[in-house]
T-cell receptor, first 116, second 111 residues
């Protein structure tokens, strides 16, 4: 199983809504990531979890709240988003740093989020 | 200076042509390097890893130059299906793995 599964695939939410994006992998990877990708731009790193602990927060606004309940799951809780937050949100996972170089990251298909 | 930089293109090439992309990175301690391909409105997918000695996979050849801090991707005999955005990816390890994407290079192969 080399899949990273993200749900939902599409999400439309109002600015006052609370929603969550989910990501799951069963490859035993201990590093998991959230990326945000706007049209015609590369993915931008938001958060990194390493061994279920938040390692990197790239100065992401608090209306985005990540959570890693266990080594296979990664959530992104959304609250009071703005229309400019509309984007493709990608989850990825990789083996952690102790496994050496040339360790690729596997990506989910993404959640296409529209904030209205 | 961005951590990972690429020429955004677009590169418009005829079928059968050979095309090369370069990518520069700023962190000399970077450990792992990859080329990903991303089709429009799809997630990035691994095209190939980049090894220190260079590596080839069919029509694709990747090279790493640590001294000059760049990696390259060469595509021979371009196919229409090669049209996509090619993302250079650099992984730094130091307590965690930080995966950084380049800005991406768009390739359009023309019949």
């Amino acid at each position: 199983d080399t899949e990273v599964t993200q749900t939902p695939k599409h999400l439309v939410m109002g600015m006052t809504n609370k929603k969550s994006l989910k990501c799951e992998q069963h490859m035993g990877h201990r590093a998991m990531y959230w990326y945000k990708q706007k049209a015609k731009k590369p993915p931008e790193l938001m958060f990194v979890y390493s061994y279920e602990k938040l390692s990197i927060n790239e100065s992401v606004p608090s209306r985005f709240s990540p959570e890693c309940p266990n080594s296979s799951l990664l959530n992104l809780h959304l609250h009071a988003l703005q229309p400019e937050d509309s984007a493709l949100y990608l989850c990825a996972s990789s083996q952690n740093q102790n496994t050496g170089p040339n360790t690729e990251a596997f990506f989910g298909q993404g959640t296409r989020l529209t904030v209205v | 200076r961005k951590e990972v930089e690429q020429d955004p293109g677009p590169f418009n090439v005829p079928e059968g042509a050979t095309v090369a992309f370069n990518c520069t990175y700023s962190n000399s301690a970077s450990q792992s390097f990859f080329w990903y391909r991303q089709d429009c409105r799809k997630e990035p997918k691994l095209l190939m890893s980049v090894y220190s000695s260079g590596n080839e996979d069919g029509r694709f050849t990747a090279q790493l130059n640590r001294a000059s801090q760049y990696i390259s991707l060469l595509i021979r005999d371009s196919k229409l299906s090669d049209s996509a955005t090619y993302l250079c990816v650099v992984v730094n390890s130091g307590g965690y793995q930080k995966v950084t994407f380049g800005t991406g290079t768009k390739l359009q192969v023309i019949p």
